[in-house]
């Protein structure tokens, strides 16, 4: 009985020195496994990394990554192989961490996974790594990498032109981050707007300010406008129709009872300050020619006729006509002096004093005046003296010596 025990008592202790060799490989099994394991969630979470920049990426490219059914599946294929990889490594971890307890020899059993139970920890394995790569699954789901380069679509690209596509993206996104901060948002920007809106309703016052004393100056150009061109028209209508009486006056005779035509008119009646006044003058049996070509009796006639017809607009107490005659024959002359004295004396007698102040040298204006002043030299004095000589206490020359 006591050999029985002392045999069993072996048998457990050699089964315990077992156990104890056998937990001390799981324990180093078990380190390996989970270095394994931290690889592979590195590795994990370096694809999702990667898979995150690329869609960053082509988002800033604008790039418009649809479904595509070959690429996804290309890429969850290789988030599967990962996540078998994990489910092994969970497994050994598993048996690692189970915790091993002396009993017994009716108790002590070690129950090894059979086939059933390693299928079941498998398949509830898998779905927790369905949990942990399903956003990443969600993700890829939506792209579409056709959109892309081609070298960077191409499934046959070798390492290291994966290498330099990854570094040119990256160096693109470090250009596309480092403009984004060179154009940081003016954190000024309200204010110095606030500042512009103010400026600018002052300069709309402004505005507004300018257009009125505009308008006001305009109506003011356009009464002084209308005022001058009603002036002018009113003294050229009395003109126009003045100058042909005066110019008959000048111009009649025995012969020519009539005697001539004279006329104005404005070369642009709607816009008379921008052009001239055509002044044309027929002397009696003369046709009709331009100024230019009159003799030098007629146009002194016809500007004497234009200087009595502006006088009748506007009379002055009196003017001088300094030997207007000196190119008159001696029949004009009369007529001139005539026209004078009954201007004169019409004037009086309706109470508009006129008188006028004709240096001549021909004796038919002499008759014609009502007082003569004369200028000679002095030889006792040396000097020049004025000799003055009333004439209306003597007869009036006959009308007939102004025909």
Same mark, same amino acid.
């Given at each position: 009985?006591?050999?029985?025990? !002392?045999?069993?008592?072996? !048998?457990?202790?050699? %089964?315990?020195?077992? +156990?104890?060799?056998?937990?001390?490989?799981?324990?180093?099994?078990?380190?390996?496994?989970?270095?394994?394991?931290?690889?592979?969630?590195?590795?994990?979470?370096?694809?999702?990394?990667?898979?995150?920049?690329?869609?960053?990426?082509?988002?800033?490219?604008?790039? @418009?990554?649809?479904?595509?059914?070959?690429?996804?599946?290309?890429?969850?294929?290789?988030?599967?192989?990962?996540?078998?990889?994990?489910?092994?490594?969970?497994?050994?971890? *598993?048996?690692?961490?189970?915790?091993?307890?002396?009993?017994?020899?009716?108790? +002590?059993?070690?129950?090894?996974?059979?086939?059933?139970?390693?299928?079941?920890?498998?398949?509830? %394995?898998?779905?927790?790594?369905?949990?942990?790569?399903?956003?990443?699954?969600?993700?890829?789901?939506?792209?579409? &990498?056709?959109?892309?380069?081609?070298?960077?679509?191409?499934?046959?690209?070798?390492?290291?032109?994966?290498?330099?596509?990854?570094?040119?993206?990256?160096?693109?996104?470090?250009?596309?981050?480092?403009?984004?901060?060179?154009?940081?948002?003016?954190? !000024?920007?309200?204010?110095?707007?606030?500042?512009?809106?103010? !400026?600018? $309703?002052?300069?709309?016052?402004?505005?507004?300010?300018?257009?009125?004393?505009?308008?006001?100056?305009?109506?003011?150009?356009?009464?002084? *406008?209308?005022?001058?061109?009603?002036?002018?028209?009113?003294?050229?209508? #009395?003109?126009?129709?003045?100058? @042909?009486?005066?110019?008959?006056?000048?111009?009649?005779?025995?012969? #020519?009872?009539?005697?001539?035509?004279?006329?104005?008119?404005?070369?642009?009646?709607?816009?008379?300050?921008?052009?001239?006044?055509?002044?044309?003058?027929?002397?009696?049996?003369? $046709?009709?020619?331009?100024?230019?070509?009159?003799?030098?009796?007629?146009?002194?006639?016809?500007?004497?006729?234009?200087?009595?017809?502006?006088?009748?607009?506007?009379?002055?107490?009196?003017?001088?006509?300094?030997?207007?005659?000196?190119?008159?024959?001696?029949?004009?002359?009369?007529?001139?002096? *005539?026209?004078?004295?009954?201007?004169?004396?019409?004037?009086?007698?309706?109470?508009?004093?006129?008188?006028?102040?004709?240096?001549?040298?021909? %004796?038919?204006?002499?008759?014609?005046?009502?007082?003569?002043?004369?200028?000679?030299? @002095?030889?006792?004095?040396?000097?020049?003296?004025?000799?003055?000589?009333?004439?209306?206490? &003597?007869?009036?020359?006959?009308?007939?010596?102004?025909?």
């Amino acid at each position: 009985m006591a050999t029985l025990k !002392k045999r069993a008592l072996d !048998k457990v202790e050699a %089964d315990m020195a077992a +156990l104890k060799k056998r937990a001390g490989m799981i324990g180093t099994e078990r380190a390996k496994i989970g270095k394994g394991q931290a690889q592979v969630e590195a590795a994990l979470e370096q694809l999702s990394s990667k898979a995150a920049d690329l869609i960053s990426t082509a988002r800033m490219e604008q790039v @418009d990554l649809l479904r595509n059914d070959s690429t996804k599946q290309q890429c969850v294929a290789d988030c599967r192989r990962v996540q078998m990889n994990m489910d092994t490594s969970n497994y050994l971890l *598993h048996l690692a961490t189970t915790s091993y307890e002396l009993s017994p020899p009716a108790i +002590l059993q070690v129950d090894l996974p059979t086939k059933d139970s390693t299928k079941r920890q498998r398949v509830a %394995d898998d779905e927790e790594g369905q949990t942990g790569i399903g956003n990443v699954d969600a993700e890829l789901s939506q792209l579409d &990498f056709s959109e892309l380069p081609r070298p960077l679509s191409s499934k046959s690209m070798g390492a290291k032109e994966k290498e330099a596509a990854e570094r040119q993206i990256q160096q693109k996104i470090a250009d596309v981050m480092a403009e984004m901060e060179k154009s940081a948002p003016n954190m !000024k920007a309200l204010e110095q707007f606030e500042a512009v809106k103010e !400026k600018e $309703r002052e300069v709309n016052a402004a505005l507004d300010q300018a257009r009125q004393e505009t308008q006001s100056a305009a109506d003011a150009f356009r009464k002084v *406008h209308q005022r001058r061109y009603d002036t002018f028209m009113a003294a050229f209508t #009395h003109i126009s129709q003045e100058i @042909d009486v005066i110019y008959k006056d000048l111009t009649r005779s025995g012969p #020519h009872p009539l005697g001539g035509t004279a006329y104005l008119s404005l070369e642009d009646t709607d816009n008379p300050f921008l052009s001239g006044i055509k002044y044309t003058a027929m002397p009696p049996t003369k $046709r009709f020619r331009d100024m230019e070509q009159l003799s030098g009796g007629e146009k002194t006639v016809a500007a004497l006729a234009l200087l009595f017809a502006i006088h009748s607009y506007r009379p002055s107490p009196f003017f001088v006509l300094d030997e207007v005659d000196a190119a008159l024959d001696a029949t004009n002359v009369a007529r001139v002096a *005539h026209y004078i004295r009954n201007k004169t004396r019409k004037e009086r007698e309706a109470g508009n004093p006129f008188q006028s102040i004709v240096i001549s040298l021909k %004796d038919i204006f002499y008759e014609k005046a009502d007082a003569l002043v004369g200028v000679a030299r @002095d030889v006792d004095l040396g000097c020049s003296r004025t000799f003055t000589f009333d004439l209306n206490r &003597f007869e009036a020359p006959q009308e007939a010596d102004a025909r």
